[in-house]
């Protein structure tokens, strides 16, 4: 059973930084694209960052200079290094996996970050 579990969310002060992680399991983790989407209240879920499996970042343009994306794949984990915290940044961010061209995805349960003085 694929297993996608997020941590490192929390309260932070805005120009802050979090380090979010995603352990995943049930998976090969190297064969997958992985990526960090974030959904705030009243809004829809938005990409933040993608890495794919020849480790090529792809971040949106609200995030861009900000927000650096890595994976491990020893460890079958993905990273979100996020600084310069502004508070429409507050939203629940999930980790993502899929593989190009092949039908299906998997999503984490969610983890918290909120912007706030």
């Known amino acids: 059973q694929v297993q996608l579990v997020e941590s490192g969310g929390g309260l932070v002060q805005p120009g802050g930084s979090l380090r979010l992680s995603c352990a995943a399991s049930?998976?090969?983790?190297?064969?997958?694209?992985m990526g960090w989407y974030r959904q705030a209240p009243g809004k829809q879920r938005e990409l933040v960052a993608t890495?794919?499996?020849?480790?090529?970042?792809n971040y949106a343009d609200s995030v861009k200079g900000r927000f650096t994306i890595s994976r491990d794949n020893a460890k079958n984990s993905v990273y979100l290094q996020m600084n310069s915290l502004k508070p429409e940044d507050t939203a629940v961010y999930y980790c993502?996996?899929?593989?190009?061209?092949?039908?299906?995805?998997?999503w984490g349960q969610g983890t918290q970050v909120t912007i706030s003085s």
């Open positions: 993502y996996a899929d593989r190009v061209g092949v039908f299906g995805s998997y």
């Open positions: 049930g998976l090969l983790f190297s064969i997958y694209r």
């Open positions: 890495i794919t499996t020849g480790r090529n970042p």
